[in-house]
């Protein structure tokens, strides 16, 4: 950031926070803190940014600072409590919330203590405290709609989430509510109807976001985890529409639906998804996908017997490394060449020896393991989605280390990368680089979304950290 002449140091806080430039606005307040350690204008405004870009940790401790050098001041113990919330330190916040003593703020009090049972999963008590507020307050409708649904009472759920509606106008988290208790009695359509409205709303209120566009030759860029986006439902909007298009396409197939469910850690949509269709889950998912997603839901909930399923996951796969690892050794009388891949459990696979193993029944990720190990496979037509998945990430993490100068290659490793791609080149025009995109509006160009395409894109990577282009 360009210096600031004295005395435009306050229009320009004020300015960055006004565009929503609030990492920039830290950066300034955290220098002027350091200058004056009390100043009430810093802290405050720190905490502001701070918990505009979700960074709830900081902004508590910027409005505890507050609380001790402005006892006085009610709000500061407010969003003390809130920061604290909104950070999941349950405990803390809970007995935060008990210093505010203002009768103004008791309703506030209440409900930040119902929002904090309710997140401990203490609902009899956060019922118990709702029912203390009044009966027309929209944050009872609204709250009381959460246990209802909480307690699996969906149509009663979503008439206090409408009525809400009706009181508050338009909120996005409140439609996308309705939608889900839509979704939860079965209505694909309706839940579709209130997703496209929060989708459309996003677009059209939060252009920087940029949801839905993208002009040639600019690169895509992160908006960050910040407030706005958050505020904005469209990330839960996005996942439910995927999911209800499914259900309306064909809802007898759980796997389609879980996979882009589980990518964006909508877990407890996977979970139902699952359920519901237990009678098909043994059909349509294999042994080791059913074993990983049945892991990765339970660590949700039970991280330690998650890990212990994980654990056997593990000692499975390496066991089969193992075998075929053995397998390759053994195939083949062929020379050892200087440079081997060494996997996690110390197996070493010499990458001149897999030409006669029977190595494709083996999973994506250790098969890209070894094609790229062997750089110069001559069983390139058997080459899938899934193993070009892992093995270009796998060439990425290569050509990262090699342009930070943490690895250096001989040039003939390097011509045996290049011509690895080539024949990936060549052998995968008809091979898609991806199946689903769940979350596309507009799905990608043909042409692009091939081995071949991905294949030249990493090949010229190659040719820029090495330097052969210039």
Not at 350 to 376: D, K, T
Not at 434 to 449: A, V
Request: proline share 3%.
């Amino acid at each position: 950031m360009t210096a600031i002449k004295d005395g435009e140091h306050t229009a320009t806080i004020y300015g960055l926070i006004r565009d929503c430039q609030y990492v920039e606005a830290i950066q300034l307040l955290n220098g002027q803190l350091q200058k004056h350690t009390k100043s009430r204008a810093a802290l405050s405004l720190l905490g502001f940014c701070y918990y505009h870009i979700q960074d709830f940790s900081s902004a508590a401790e910027c409005y505890e600072q507050l609380t001790q050098l402005h006892p006085e001041v009610e709000e500061y113990k407010l969003y003390y409590a809130q920061s604290l919330y909104k950070a999941g330190a349950y405990p803390e916040a809970t007995k935060a919330s008990f210093v505010l003593d203002n009768p103004s703020s008791q309703s506030k009090m209440v409900k930040l203590q119902a929002c904090i049972k309710y997140c401990e999963e203490d609902y009899s008590a956060a019922k118990s405290l709702l029912e203390q507020l009044p009966k027309e307050d929209p944050d009872y409708v609204y709250n009381m709609g959460c246990l209802l649904y909480q307690d699996g009472k969906y149509e009663e759920a979503c008439k206090k989430f409408i009525t809400a509606t009706q009181l508050l106008g338009f909120v996005p988290a409140l439609s996308y509510n309705i939608a889900l208790t839509h979704y939860s009695m079965k209505n694909y359509n309706q839940a579709l109807k209130c997703v496209t409205e929060i989708i459309e709303r996003g677009i059209r209120e939060h252009p920087e976001l940029d949801v839905g566009l993208k002009t040639e030759g600019i690169d895509d860029h992160s908006v960050g985890n910040s407030l706005v986006l958050h505020q904005s439902a469209l990330i839960e909007a996005f996942n439910l529409k995927a999911a209800s298009k499914y259900q309306l396409k064909n809802g007898n197939h759980p796997s389609p639906e879980v996979i882009p469910l589980k990518r964006h850690e909508y877990f407890d949509m996977a979970a139902d998804v699952l359920a519901e269709n237990a009678h098909l889950t043994y059909k349509f998912l294999s042994p080791y996908q059913y074993e990983f997603l049945d892991a990765l839901l339970t660590s949700q909930v039970a991280p330690e017997e998650a890990f212990r399923k994980f654990e056997e996951m593990n000692g499975k796969l390496t066991e089969q490394l193992r075998k075929q690892a053995k397998q390759v050794v053994g195939c083949s009388s062929a020379q050892f060449k200087s440079s081997t891949l060494a996997t996690a459990d110390g197996v070493n696979v010499s990458p001149g020896l897999c030409r006669r193993a029977n190595i494709l029944n083996v999973c994506a990720v250790v098969l890209a393991n070894l094609c790229v190990s062997y750089i110069m496979m001559s069983q390139n037509e058997e080459l899938g989605t899934d193993t070009w998945f892992y093995a270009k990430r796998c060439f990425l993490s290569l050509l990262e280390n090699m342009a930070k100068h943490m690895v250096m290659l001989r040039d003939a490793v390097v011509q045996e990368c290049i011509q690895f791609l080539e024949q990936c080149e060549a052998y995968g025009k008809e091979v898609p680089a991806i199946i689903e995109e769940p979350l596309e509006e507009t799905p990608l160009h043909i042409g692009r979304n091939t081995v071949t395409f991905e294949a030249r894109l990493l090949k010229a990577l190659f040719y820029e950290v090495i330097g052969w282009n210039k």
